[in-house]
């Protein structure tokens, strides 16, 4: 069963994109204010970045098979998994150069702790 608003959309070329898109320039020229009016909510989907992603994420959701579900949480769990102990091994080796470069070696931290200048945070006031 096809609404009439819908086959009136359809018969315009690239219509299910084109006229939402025009109703809401025509909405934002003639009443910027009218999200403001709905309340906080309608008008925190109206401002930002907020409503493209949100379009972005229905439309890449609405195209994902739940069958493959399984697959996309593996693959993104382990890109996740690789990426976090990439940033440990590469942190580690980092700090390991780093610490040892300091004069006093690794032992030079709690040097630096105790060379501190107390008469800028002076809270024994």
């Known amino acids: 069963m096809q609404i009439p608003i819908k086959r009136t959309v359809e018969r315009t070329p690239g219509g299910m994109?084109?006229?939402?898109?025009?109703?809401?320039?025509?909405?934002a020229t003639f009443a910027p204010d009218l999200?403001?009016?709905f309340?906080?909510?309608?008008a925190a989907l109206f401002s930002g970045a907020l409503p493209i992603l949100a379009v972005f994420y229905v439309c890449m959701g609405s195209t994902i098979d739940l069958k493959m579900t399984g697959y996309i949480a593996k693959k993104g769990g382990s890109l996740f998994a690789t990426k976090i102990l990439l940033g440990?091994?590469?942190g580690l080796i980092a700090g390991h150069f780093c610490l040892f470069?300091?004069?006093g070696g690794?032992?030079?931290l709690p040097n630096l702790e105790e060379k501190r200048n107390e008469?800028?945070?002076?809270?024994?006031?």
């Open 106 to 108: 690794p032992n030079a």
């Open 119 to 125: 008469g800028l945070f002076d809270f024994s006031r």
């Open 39 to 42: 309340g906080s909510f309608t």
């Open 101 to 103: 470069s300091l004069p």
């Open 35 to 37: 999200p403001k009016f």
């Open 17 to 27: 994109m084109v006229v939402p898109l025009l109703a809401g320039c025509i909405i």
């Open 88 to 90: 440990v091994i590469v």
